[in-house]
């Protein structure tokens, strides 16, 4: 499991410009089960996506095309996590390897 946080490089006119096309960018990774919570950051400075189910090397070639970095309005960085404990009620297994 991953956190990738997000930096916007960009002013917010260019961030909201190109928001549709990075929240369809989004839903297809929630489609297919890489991304497990995303949201903005507060302030807002960037995001931040928890990603399973998937090698580090494939996510940075994930993140890659996300149209917000091809069109160079934010930096990624990702954390590698590894859960050892989870609230009641949410299950380990589910946040995948």
Do not use: K
Request: no cysteine; hydrophobic share 45%.
């Amino acid at each position: 499991m991953f956190l990738v946080t997000s930096t916007y490089l960009a002013s917010s006119e260019a961030i909201q410009h190109r928001l549709p096309e990075h929240r369809a960018w989004i839903d297809t990774h929630y489609a297919n089960g890489t991304f497990f919570l995303s949201g903005r950051l507060v302030p807002p400075t960037g995001g931040f996506m928890l990603v399973r189910g998937i090698s580090r090397d494939d996510l940075e070639g994930l993140l890659a095309t996300d149209p917000f970095r091809l069109n160079g309005l934010l930096a990624h960085t990702i954390v590698e996590l590894a859960p050892t404990r989870a609230a009641l009620g949410l299950n380990l297994e589910d946040l995948g390897p």
